[in-house]
T-cell receptor, first 113, second 116 residues
Framework: GAGVSQSPSNKVTEKGKDVELRCDPI?????LYWYRQSLGQGLEFLIY????????KSGLPSDRFSAERTGGSVSTLTIQRTQQEDSAVYLC???????????FGSGTRLTVV | GESVGLHLPTLSVQEGDNSIINCAYS??????FIWYKQESGKGPQFIID?????DKRQGQRVTVLLNKTVKHLSLQIAATQPGDSAVYFC???????????????FGQGTILTVHP
């Protein structure tokens, strides 16, 4: 597609429930990134996929967080047993290669109540 | 308990003034730098980039300056407009041993407010 698409744009969930956030990167971009942004804060790196290489999961805050990227394209970020501190905007970005500028999606605003 | 958030630096300017947003980066081996603009409710948007073999690059109303000696990056916006109000992030592509980490490191961000 023309840009990075994320869905849903907003998600409200009850504490303890699992959620899945989806990212559709720009076609042909080999690198895909997930970041988290709390209100008024900077960008917190979560995970990074590059081609067929093993993902860099060094930013995932706990084992409740996981992500996969199927067929080198669409990615899903899963948060299990959500907690209130998980409330944030989750941003996905893609780039043509690992050294390129990112194009970000509009994010998914997650609210855990 | 109560959480204390990080307060982003702020810059307030009058419409028509020039704005300068500064950023200190951390990795002396970084060879690629980018400025992003993030408006409320949106994802960060690419503004301009610069490679380490340059010290200045100009775009439309924006100029990025790179000082590798002191690891400093700045974004200059000419004739600032209310639509420039946003959070601005710098980013670097850090390297170790000549190899990219594969992910950008972002600065904390600066809030720019332009008053009409």
């Amino acid at each position: 597609g023309a840009g990075v698409s994320q869905s849903p744009s907003n998600k409200v969930t009850e504490k303890g429930k699992d959620v899945e956030l989806r990212c559709d990167p720009i076609s042909g971009h080999t690198a895909l990134y997930w970041y988290r942004q709390s209100l008024g804060q900077g960008l917190e790196f979560l995970i990074y996929f590059q081609g067929n290489s093993a993902p860099d999961k060094s930013g995932l805050p706990s084992d409740r967080f996981s992500a996969e990227r199927t067929g080198g394209s669409v990615s899903t970020l899963t948060i299990q047993r959500t907690q209130q501190e998980d409330s944030a905007v989750y941003l996905c970005a893609s780039s043509r290669d690992r050294d390129g500028a990112y194009t970000f999606g509009s994010g998914t605003r997650l609210t855990v109540v | 308990g109560e959480s204390v958030g990080l307060h982003l630096p702020t810059l307030s300017v009058q419409e028509g003034d020039n704005s300068i947003i500064n950023c200190a980066y951390s990795n002396s081996a970084s060879d690629y730098f980018i400025w992003y603009k993030q408006e409320s409710g949106k994802g960060p948007q690419f503004i301009i980039d610069i490679r380490s073999n340059m010290d200045k690059r100009q775009g439309q109303r924006v100029t990025v300056l790179l000082n590798k000696t002191v690891k400093h990056l700045s974004l200059q916006i000419a004739a600032t407009q209310p639509g420039d109000s946003a959070v601005y992030f710098c980013a670097e592509n850090p390297k170790a041993g000549g190899t990219s980490y594969g992910k950008l490191t972002f600065g904390q961000g600066t809030i720019l407010t332009v008053h009409p």
